[in-house]
């Protein structure tokens, strides 16, 4: 492969127009939207409108007529779609961890009569702390985690287990799990089960309606380039609304909230996980976010982040300087989601001298250099020049030097 291929492959790219809505700082490559997306331009604006017009001027009339109030639907709404659900299902609130508490509750309560929550060993930490400290408030009679390797999955789907929460796209390797069959497994033994789409919301085409899942998570500060600390979003399947109880019982999941009962009636649509007020201005910025979206077909992103993730491989593999570097995600790019992790002894000092020299990836503990894909801003001559400079890092061993220490210091 030369560069004349990879300019052909910009050439030939559907979503290169969608780069321009982005506002992507000079000489940076930027391959950590797969850990907090680049910014809209379409957010700045929206934000300076929502803070000196619908807040500074409009003051409190703005939840009414600025539609304030509406915002978690709305923008839940936008995210439907983006994640293959129909309408009424999807709502933007919280974090995703204090979503799963919700889901992870309610999930135990239609499950009554099991207590075991099946996950994986190497799943997010949060998810894994949300059902530990439900355990503790509980006791274990009521809620216990029970932990397996991700390829022994399915047979611990036995019909003790009530809960089955699992990430798609694990957050270090990669590594995407089948949705459509582990769902149905999990179903056939009468366990219930929840998803969580940090890593595979705006990656990667997710049908939660057609694989028949019950509950789903993800956040909108990732693909969906929503920014720091972006709102959450979670799913319950219709066929569970009418049933389905959550502790976290706030006004804003009244059925109605401005009647100001004191006793607590939950809404009968999704809304009943909303808690408390919604993050009106961290809203807006998603709610803006997710307009890059609209003429956007979630299939090319699909193929463009499998065609920049392979580039990138066979272009490490071209170089015999980065022999060394080992790819921990599977080459198989059918069961990847939109990142890729080698391992490296200097996988840290590496990514500190990468990043020295504006190419922004992430390293996760213990020998994990991280490079994530975002279609609707990375291009092919990004992956290039990253690798170009990655072989520059390496060959020079630039990472060597003192103040890259492997302790993870910056001296
Ligand atoms: C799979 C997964 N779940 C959850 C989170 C974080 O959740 P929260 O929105 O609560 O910070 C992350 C990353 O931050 C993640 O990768
Ligand atoms: N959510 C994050 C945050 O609030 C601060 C720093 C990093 C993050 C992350 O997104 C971590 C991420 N889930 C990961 O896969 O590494």
């Known amino acids: 492969m030369n560069f004349d291929d990879i300019v052909a492959l910009d050439k030939a790219d559907v979503l290169a127009s969608k780069r321009d809505e982005f506002d992507l700082p000079a000489n940076t490559i930027y391959l950590d939207g797969n850990s907090l997306g680049a910014l809209p331009k379409s957010v700045k604006s929206r934000v300076a409108q929502v803070v000196s017009e619908q807040w500074g001027s409009h003051l409190i009339r703005s939840w009414n007529d600025h539609q304030w109030i509406d915002l978690p639907t709305q923008v839940g709404e936008k995210i439907a779609p983006i994640i293959g659900a129909e309408k009424g299902q999807v709502i933007c609130c919280d974090s995703i961890s204090i979503n799963l508490f919700k889901l992870l509750s309610s999930a135990l309560i239609l499950n009554t009569g099991r207590s075991k929550v099946l996950s994986t060993q190497d799943n997010f930490p949060t998810d894994l702390y949300m059902v530990q400290g439900l355990s503790d408030l509980l006791g274990t009679d009521l809620c216990q985690l029970k932990l ?3 390829q022994y999955i399915e047979q611990h789907l036995t019909d003790d287990i009530a809960v089955l929460l699992l990430t798609q796209v694990n957050f270090r390797t990669g590594k995407l799990l089948n949705m459509q069959k582990l769902t149905e497994l999990a179903h056939k033994k009468g366990i219930l089960v929840i998803w969580d789409l940090a890593h595979s ?3 990667l085409p997710v049908e939660l309606d ?22 959450a979003f979670l799913y319950v399947a219709k066929r569970h609304q009418s049933a389905v109880k959550q502790p976290l ?12 009962d004191a006793q607590y009636e939950c809404a ?28 956007v077909k979630i299939s090319d992103v699909r193929a463009k982040s499998i065609a920049l993730a392979d580039v990138f491989i066979a272009l490490v593999h071209s170089h015999a300087s980065l022999a060394d570097l080992r790819l921990s995600s599977t080459e198989d790019s059918i069961q990847r989601g939109s990142q890729l992790a080698f391992s490296h002894n200097h996988a840290f000092a590496i990514c500190q001298a990468l990043i020295e020299k504006g190419v922004i990836a992430d390293f996760r503990a213990p020998n994990i250099l991280r ?26 061993k630039l990472y060597a030097e003192p103040r890259f220490n492997l302790a993870g210091k910056v001296t």
């Open 148 to 150: 397996v390797e991700e």
């Open 371 to 396: 490079f994530g894909f975002t279609p609707l801003y990375t291009s092919f001559e990004d992956v290039w020049n990253a690798v170009n400079t990655l072989v520059d890092v390496v060959t020079t």
């Open 201 to 203: 919301a705006g990656a």
């Open 249 to 260: 019982s706030g006004w804003m999941g009244h059925a109605k909230p401005f009647a100001f």
């Open 268 to 295: 009968a649509s999704i809304n009943q996980y909303l808690c408390g007020t919604p993050s009106v201005i961290a809203m807006s910025a998603l709610d803006a976010a997710l307009d890059v979206w609209e003429s």
């Open 210 to 231: 057609k694989c028949n899942v019950d509950f789903a998570v993800g956040c909108g500060y990732k693909y969906l380039n929503g920014g720091p600390g972006s709102p």
